[in-house]
């Protein structure tokens, strides 16, 4: 039996409005009891023992593809879009804007 989808880039919702994006490009293609590797501290600190008893994530696919490159290409630029590497939007942990001497205005190059 084949996949359901192919290689993914996926974005985690979780009830506190915050994003998570990632991708999977294991195995033969998604497997939809996967849900990435968020830095569990953080999502953790968010929310209270009581609120994390009852938790509903939301998982959307927002591009497939059977191409490994593209996929990993486009979750980069879904970070990047999304704005998911701004902890008051979301919990991805790369990309990252990085300062430049001191000056929050200044970005570098994307490379």
Avoid at 9 to 19: A, D, L, R
Avoid at 26 to 35: A, D, E, I, N, Q
Avoid at 43 to 58: G, I, K, N, P, Q
Wanted: charged share 25%; with cysteine.
């Amino acid at each position: 039996m084949s996949p359901a989808f192919a290689y993914v880039v996926y974005k985690i919702t979780f009830p506190n409005g915050k994003i998570y994006i990632g991708k999977d490009i294991g195995g033969g293609g998604h497997s939809l009891r996967y849900f990435g590797s968020w830095n569990n501290a953080s999502v953790e600190a968010d929310f209270s023992r009581d609120e994390m008893r009852s938790f509903v994530l939301r998982k959307e696919i927002l591009f497939e593809s059977y191409d490994k490159v593209a996929v990993t290409r486009k979750e980069s630029e879904l970070i990047r879009r999304l704005n998911a590497s701004d902890p008051t939007i979301g919990y991805n942990r790369t990309h990252r804007r990085r300062v430049i001497s001191g000056d929050p205005t200044q970005e570098p190059p994307c490379t």
